[in-house]
């Protein structure tokens, strides 16, 4: 009989046909202490919901910031910014509590789309420059399993989670996108050309196959 713990699944016992459930149970009771250790471990790593609260730690190109909320006496457009080591969010103080949340959740996506894809772009161009090819536009998409595309026609797309991501890391996706101009395949002559703009892209990869759930927008 095997064990195994899924984040979304859950606990899944597979055995073979003939045993009885009663042995089954026997089983997961006699395992309990390694099921209650992989569940915390778990909720550990789960990354809860933002709650878009004062102090809550927000992630930015890879570094981490604490929100933190001015609240406006006149009513004025929701505003944020990065200072120091905060990402502060100003708003007007009249707003109903219910919708309060969701105000400045919006702001700072808002914040993020308009400053990322700036900051994407400079990088687009920069490598696709030094590679002597040329992209159509460049989009930022509300994706959840791919981080970059390349189309037929040259658009590159880019999931809006990299905003949150390492700038080596986020290189390592333009790069490979731009590579992508060069040559349409995964060929070894393809990850040849990533390796000579990236060298330790294999550790970028990794960083996103590992860091995937922790980037929420
Ligand atoms: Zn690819």
Redesign the pocket.
């Known amino acids: 009989m095997r064990l195994s713990i899924h984040p979304e699944k859950g606990l899944t016992v597979r055995a073979p046909f003939w045993v009885p459930e009663i042995s089954i149970r026997k089983f997961v009771e006699e395992k309990s202490d390694w099921i209650q250790k992989q569940l915390s471990r778990l909720n550990h790593s789960k990354p809860k919901e933002k709650e878009y609260v004062d102090g809550e730690k927000h992630l930015y190109f890879g570094q981490e910031y604490d929100l933190n909320i001015l609240y406006l006496k006149t009513p004025r457009r929701t505003e944020v910014k990065i200072h120091d080591d905060k990402i502060q969010v100003s708003l007007f103080e009249g707003h109903a509590d219910n919708k309060r949340t969701n105000e400045i959740k919006e702001a700072i996506l808002r914040f993020y789309l308009e400053t990322g894809i700036a900051v994407i772009t400079e990088k687009v161009n920069h490598y696709s420059s030094l590679l002597e090819v040329e992209y159509n536009r460049i989009d930022i998409k509300k994706v959840s399993s791919i981080w970059?595309s390349?189309s037929p026609t040259n658009r590159l797309s880019f999931n809006r989670k990299l905003i949150m991501a390492p700038h080596e890391v986020v290189d390592y996706v333009i790069i490979?996108?731009v590579c992508?101009l060069v040559q349409r395949n995964?060929s070894s002559h393809?990850w040849g050309l990533v390796a000579k703009f990236d060298p330790k892209y294999k550790e970028h990869r990794r960083w996103l196959h590992r860091n995937n759930q922790k980037l929420l927008v």
């Open positions: 970059g390349c490979h996108e992508h995964h393809f």
